[in-house]
């Protein structure tokens, strides 16, 4: 077997460009495994391999999807029937219209 290398929480972070907290959130929530040794928790490098692989997305299938023109009407957003917005005359109030 193999010896695994371990990281700190803070190595981990680092790496991955997110907060200490964020990554002890992780392994709270047992998402990220990790072992506790006496100052603080340790990460192997197969654990947060394991943790990466886990929420990996994958590449679109690109057979399975519809190309943009074929699309139903559910795809298409309009504003037709959208109460008004901020930029409509009906939603200025009467305070913002001249006499």
């Known amino acids: 077997m193999a010896r695994d290398h371990y990281q700190t929480v803070k190595e981990v972070a680092d790496r991955l460009k997110v907060g200490e907290a964020t990554v002890r959130h992780w392994i709270r929530e047992g998402d990220l495994r990790a072992i506790d040794i006496g100052k603080g928790w ?3 490098d197969t654990d947060l391999d394991a943790f990466l692989r886990a929420h990996a997305t994958r590449a679109r299938d690109d057979t399975t ?3 943009p023109d ?3 009407p559910a ?3 309009t504003l037709e029937g959208a109460p008004p917005g901020p930029s409509s005359p009906s939603a200025s109030s009467a305070q913002d219209r001249e006499p």
Do not use: K, L
Request: charged share 15%.
């Open 70 to 72: 074929t699309a139903g």
């Open 75 to 77: 795809t298409h957003r």
């Open 42 to 44: 340790r990460i192997a």
């Open 65 to 67: 999807a519809s190309p």
